[in-house]
């Protein structure tokens, strides 16, 4: 049976890389498939320090915006991770399975860690892993990711197919479905995703920005002295990104919109992709603060989600404990 997982962290505001790359795909797959998971993932918002309150808050601000952008959970599973304890776990099991350097590689590790100015903890070293308990744990076919995150996947790959050669076949070996979107960058720096847990603020569009908040942001993004609207990402990655961005926001593809955009510059372009953003994201940004007024009932979704998820979770757990030699 088809099984659909996909995760992401209550690590802040939700941006427009998000949207595109991952939850626009997540309400059009709940339509399609019968079994579709979608988690918040608290534990791995934990891989950088968070004040517990603002972890709390952050879970059911999440809740809200997954609602608001069309997640439906009459037709998917959606919960909080740390809800259903197999993941954690499972996580250690998968582990065990897993060399160092392996993992030592990835981008997301070097890239965070840097950010930090640390040493980095031993849970931002190995959260891929617990990534690939996440999916295994219900023996997911399939996983909408953004761009990002296809290297992760790799690993869960591996893992299910280590596993399965070790204790018998018994994952099914997930397969990625990647968003149209390709990743977007931050409006600061071209070169990097845009992400919620970038510091610079300016860099990140988040769904609930005001109008003025657009504009400034989209003012401020870095392009290059070229006037003209062109799509080159490798030698105009500024203005590339807003290509990108509005073809995303209009549904038209980056051809249509360069085409669309003969003639015009790139300080005029930039109002034209605010004001699209603008009318996109305006009544979401309104269903989200109405939803963020009832907590109770994101309490509700969240525990029925759980409820759910560990029926599920502990039905394959037990096979696992078993093929372990737990029990
Ligand atoms: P953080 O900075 O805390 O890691 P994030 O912005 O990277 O936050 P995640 O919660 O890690 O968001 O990822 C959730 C989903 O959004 C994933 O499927 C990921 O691939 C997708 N995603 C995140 N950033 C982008 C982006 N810039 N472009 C396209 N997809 C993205
Ligand atoms: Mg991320």
Same mark, same amino acid.
């Given at each position: 049976m088809d099984r659909i997982f996909s995760g992401i962290q209550p690590t802040g505001k939700l941006h427009l890389g998000n949207y595109f790359g991952a939850i626009q795909n997540w309400v059009r797959l709940q339509e399609e498939y019968n079994s579709v998971l979608y988690s918040i993932v608290d534990l791995h918002a934990l891989t950088i320090p968070r004040e517990p309150a603002v972890l709390r808050q952050s879970v059911l601000d999440t809740t809200a915006t997954l609602l608001a952008c069309g997640i439906n959970p009459e037709k998917c599973l959606l919960f909080?991770?740390?809800?259903?304890?197999e993941h954690a776990e499972l996580g250690w099991i998968l582990g065990c399975l897993t060399s160092m350097p392996r993992i030592q590689s990835f981008p997301q590790w070097k890239v965070k860690n840097a950010s930090q100015?640390?040493?980095?903890?031993v849970g931002l070293f190995t959260y891929p892993v617990l990534q690939a308990a996440d999916i295994l744990l219900y023996k997911s076919t399939h996983v909408p990711v953004g761009e990002d995150q296809v290297l992760h996947l790799e690993l869960a790959r591996d893992i299910a197919q280590h596993f399965n050669k070790k204790y018998g076949n018994f994952f099914p070996v997930p397969k990625a479905i990647l968003s149209t979107t390709k990743k977007i960058k931050s409006?600061? =720096? +071209?070169?990097?995703k845009m992400s919620?847990? =970038? +510091?610079?603020?300016?860099g990140t569009l988040n769904i609930t920005d005001s109008p003025e908040e657009i504009v400034l942001k989209f003012r401020k993004a870095v392009t290059d002295f070229t006037s003209e609207v062109t799509y080159d990402?490798?030698?105009?990655?500024g203005v590339s990104n807003l290509v990108t961005i509005h073809a995303a926001v209009t549904g038209l593809s980056i051809k249509e919109v360069v085409h669309q955009c003969i003639g015009l510059d790139t300080a005029h372009y930039k109002g034209i992709v605010a004001e699209a953003v603008i009318q996109k994201f305006a009544p979401i940004g309104n269903e989200i603060k109405r939803l963020q007024e009832d907590k109770s009932h994101l309490e509700k979704v969240l525990q029925a989600g759980a409820e759910k998820a560990k029926e599920l979770a502990s039905l394959v757990y037990q096979e696992i404990r078993r093929l372990v030699g737990f029990q």
């Open positions: 909080q991770q740390s809800q259903v304890p100015n640390s040493e980095g903890t409006l600061r =720096d +071209p070169t990097a919620k847990s =970038d +510091p610079q603020k300016l990402p490798d030698s105009r990655p």
